[in-house]
């Protein structure tokens, strides 16, 4: 059976400090791993992924992701926030190649960046 | 402009009076997908379709019904609904490609109310 967990439900950062969306997951294969947000009144929006190769994903809007496998976790990250980077985040694992039938969300964490 | 459309965004209705609510993407997907996303609990699919005539269930597809008659169009029916069914609804579409990546594009959302 695959998981993910994201332990923070909220995350509030200062405008142009760094910010970090945890997620750790649980799978018996190799993780498929995904990012997505959500703005107010919108759909989900794909960021990036982790499917192999190096730890560190870049993906939009300047966010990057770093994949470690003996901590089975899978963080979002940014340099500077933005008050427009204010939105729900969603981690997602698939366990190995399959569909994205397959894909697995976390609960959510809510990023406040304040100017 | 490629997009995920659905219909209506926002209802209200009540118990037992049958309601569909329309998915239609223009990318000339195959799959599509529809989840609901419920506070704490992240997003949880209802049905896939991997192409034309082909759906099958998701992980909470109790009291949902779908069809997919042509490419384009992936309707999701509540034939009886009962409060639990209040959630908000998201369409999902993607690729063959992209569903094997687990990168998909969202509609904007259904907010259902079921008194």
């Known amino acids: 059976a695959q998981s993910v967990a994201q332990p923070e439900d909220q995350v509030n950062v200062a405008e142009g400090n760094p910010l970090t969306v945890k997620c750790t997951y649980s799978?018996?294969?190799?993780?498929?791993l995904f990012w997505y947000v959500q703005y107010p009144n919108r759909g989900l929006q794909f960021l990036l992924k982790?499917?192999?190769?190096?730890?560190l994903v870049k993906g939009s809007y300047g966010f990057e992701a770093e994949f470690n496998k003996s901590q089975t976790s899978f963080h979002l990250k940014k340099p500077s926030a933005l008050v427009s980077d204010s939105a729900l985040y969603f981690c997602?694992?698939?366990?190995?190649?399959?569909?994205?039938?397959?894909?697995?969300f976390g609960s959510g964490t809510q990023l406040t960046v304040l100017p | 402009e490629a997009q995920v459309t659905q219909n209506p965004r926002y209802l209200i209705t009540v118990t037992g009076k049958k309601l569909t609510v329309t998915c239609s993407q223009n990318?000339?997907?195959?799959?599509m997908s529809w989840y609901r996303q419920d506070p704490g609990l992240g997003l949880r699919q209802i049905y896939y379709?991997?192409?034309?005539?082909?759906?099958d269930k998701g992980d909470v597809p109790e009291g949902y019904k779908v069809s997919r008659k042509e490419k384009r169009n992936f309707p999701l029916i509540l034939e009886s609904p009962s409060p639990n069914q209040t959630s908000l609804y998201f369409c999902?579409?993607?690729?063959?490609?992209?569903?094997?990546?687990?990168?998909?594009?969202f509609g904007e959302g259904s907010r259902l109310t079921v008194l």
């Open positions: 990318m000339n997907h195959e799959y």
């Open positions: 999902a579409s993607s690729s063959r490609q992209g569903a094997n990546t687990g990168e998909l594009f």
């Open positions: 799978v018996s294969g190799n993780p498929y």
């Open positions: 982790y499917i192999t190769g190096d730890n």
């Open positions: 997602a694992v698939r366990d190995g190649p399959g569909s994205a039938r397959q894909l697995t």
């Open positions: 379709s991997m192409n034309v005539e082909v759906t």
